[in-house]
C-alpha cells in the first residue's frame, strides 16, 4: 500500500513510467493466457484410459492421420525412424481404411500394458507403457516386423505394405 502512496506522489515522468510498465505486463500476461496451452496432462493409469488412447491411435493409423501416431511412440520406437520420414512414408503408401475394434487392455509386469483389439475379425495384441503420465505405444514390442522394416529404407516399406510406389527417402 505504501509503494502506491509513492507513485501518487512521484513526478509526472515516474508516473507515466509505472503506468506503461504496467500496461505492458497487463498487455504480456493477456496475450500469454490466450495463446498458451497447458502442457500434456497426466492421463489415467486405467485400463479405461488406456482403451480412450489405443482406440484414438487406431483410428489415427486407420484412417492415415499418421503425425498424431508417431506421437504416440515411445522412445525406443521413436528412434527407429523420425517422424517427418514416418508421415512421409505413410502419405506414399498409405493404410486401408479400416476400423479397429478395441476389445480391452490388462496390465502385465513392469508397467507394461497389453490392449486386444480385433481388426477384419483378426486379433492383435499391442503393447503399452507410462511415461511422464502419458500412454507410449511400443512399436519395438507390439510389431518387431514393422520395427525392422522402419528401419531399413522406403522401397522395403513399400514392398512389404504392398504399395507400388516409386522413391520416397
Same mark, same amino acid.
Not at 498458451?36 to 483410428?59: K, Y
Given at each position: ?6 507513485? *501518487?506522489? *512521484? %513526478?509526472?515522468?515516474? +508516473?507515466? !513510467? @509505472?503506468? =506503461?510498465?504496467? @500496461?505492458?505486463? &497487463?498487455?504480456?500476461? @493477456? ?6 496451452? %497447458? ?7 486405467? $485400463?479405461? #484410459? ?6 484414438q491411435f487406431e483410428h489415427d493409423y486407420q ?15 521413436? *528412434?527407429?525412424?523420425? !517422424? ?9 503408401? %498409405? ?5 479397429a475394434t478395441i476389445l480391452n487392455a490388462s496390465?502385465?509386469?513392469?508397467? =507394461? =500394458? ?6 477384419? #475379425?483378426?486379433?492383435? +495384441?499391442?503393447?503399452?507403457?507410462? &511415461? ?11 510389431? %518387431? ?5 522402419? $528401419? ?9 505394405? #504392398? ?7
Amino acid at each position: 500500500m505504501r509503494w502506491l502512496v509513492c507513485v *501518487a506522489v *512521484a %513526478p509526472d515522468r515516474l +508516473r507515466s !513510467r @509505472v503506468r =506503461w510498465t504496467l @500496461v505492458v505486463l &497487463v498487455a504480456v500476461m @493477456v496475450i500469454l493466457s490466450l495463446t498458451s496451452r %497447458p502442457s500434456p496432462s497426466s492421463e489415467a493409469a486405467t $485400463a479405461r #484410459g488406456l482403451v480412450h488412447v489405443a482406440t484414438q491411435f487406431e483410428h489415427d493409423y486407420q484412417h492415415n492421420v499418421d503425425g498424431p501416431v508417431w506421437d504416440r511412440f515411445d522412445d525406443a520406437s521413436r *528412434a527407429l525412424i523420425t !517422424r517427418a520420414r514416418y508421415v512421409q512414408w505413410h502419405r506414399s503408401c %498409405p493404410t486401408s481404411p479400416v476400423d479397429a475394434t478395441i476389445l480391452n487392455a490388462s496390465p502385465l509386469s513392469k508397467g =507394461w =500394458w497389453a490392449v486386444t483389439y480385433e481388426i477384419s #475379425g483378426v486379433m492383435l +495384441r499391442d503393447y503399452w507403457h507410462r &511415461v511422464a503420465g502419458q500412454w507410449r505405444f511400443s512399436l519395438v514390442r507390439s510389431n %518387431p516386423t514393422s520395427a525392422v522394416l522402419y $528401419a531399413s529404407t522406403f522401397a522395403n516399406f513399400a514392398r512389404v505394405n #504392398g504399395c507400388a510406389a516409386a522413391s520416397s527417402g
